[in-house]
């Protein structure tokens, strides 16, 4: 598959890492881009040398929002009818292996949605986040109104959504957005050092990790604990655990098969 908006390679055959590239417009995202997007997300979720995924952009923008050039002439009956947006973006949401975002510059509007779609957050010093549809006349269309609350509070997220202004890489710490924050020259070493290493782990306790967090935000707490037990008990019936285990009586590293 060729792709014109985004760039795509692997790193030590075991991580794909997927540059989304319309520099000019600052990586707004497009309906083409997105289809690219999560096009080679479901070719690598579905590759099973793959252990892990990183979404990044430029140093000046991970993704300025969706691309208004394209939505200013819509109209409701288009927007509804095509279920404008989230139709796109369900599938990113459908992988099943990590996909970790790696921001640096600019994640506005559907930029910061994209990253909070992903399982975490990895951010430059130069990273800026923010969701500022208010000044367009529109709200979050992308799960902002929803994701960002969870990450930061009620009292974040309103003050971000409802003026429109941005927060910096240590403000998005703070609040508990981002998991990390590092140099600008540093942002792809530290993610790819987060996903080589992930990516050795069982495949199978991995995703049980992501679908078990995941549960923390759905639901109650109850279900959530009785989900996470319920994964917790099928991983004994694998091979990795017997390794896993057994290396660390026997002082040795584990060789996880993914079985
Ligand atoms: N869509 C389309 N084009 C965009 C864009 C976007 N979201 N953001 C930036 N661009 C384009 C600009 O139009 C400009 O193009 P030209 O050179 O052809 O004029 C180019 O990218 C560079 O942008 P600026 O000249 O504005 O660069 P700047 O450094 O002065 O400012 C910025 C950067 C603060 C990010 C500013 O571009 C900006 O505010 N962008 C819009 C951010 C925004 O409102 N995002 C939300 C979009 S709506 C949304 O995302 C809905 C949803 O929930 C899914």
């Keep these: ?10 790193e030590a055959d075991k991580v794909g890492i997927i540059t989304l590239n319309r520099p000019k417009q600052l990586n707004a995202l497009n309906e083409q881009l997105m289809t690219e997007l999560g096009t080679a997300l479901h070719a690598f979720d579905a590759d099973p040398a793959i252990g892990c995924m990183i979404i990044t952009g430029s140093e000046k923008a991970f993704a300025a929002g969706a691309d208004i050039g394209s939505m200013a002439s819509y109209s409701f009956a288009n927007v ?7 139709r796109n973006w369900e ?10 975002a790696a921001v640096s510059g600019f994640a506005l509007g559907g930029g910061c949605e994209l990253a909070m779609m992903c399982d975490f957050i990895i951010a430059a010093d130069n990273a800026r986040f923010g969701q500022p549809e208010i000044k367009l006349g529109i709200i979050p269309g992308a799960g902002g109104t929803q994701r960002l609350p969870r990450a930061v509070g009620k009292a ?23 998991s990390r924050v590092v140099p600008l020259d540093k942002l792809m070493d530290e993610t790819l050092g987060a996903a080589l290493m992930i990516s050795e782990f069982s495949q199978m306790a991995v995703m049980a990790v992501k679908e078990s967090v995941n549960r ?8 959530g604990i009785m989900f996470e037990r319920r994964l917790f008990h099928a991983l004994f019936a694998t091979s990795d655990q017997k390794e896993g285990m057994d290396a660390f009586v026997n002082k040795r590293k584990a060789v996880f098969t993914h079985q």
């Design 80 to 86: 509804y009818k095509d279920d404008f947006i989230t």
């Design 216 to 223: 923390a935000f759905e639901g109650t707490l109850n279900d």
């Design 156 to 178: 974040k997220a309103m003050d971000l959504a409802l003026t429109g202004r941005m927060m910096d890489a240590l403000e998005a710490e703070r609040s508990g957005l981002v």
């Design 91 to 100: 599938k990113i949401r459908s992988v099943r292996k990590p996909v970790i």
């Design 1 to 10: 598959m060729t792709y014109e908006l985004i760039t795509v390679r692997t």
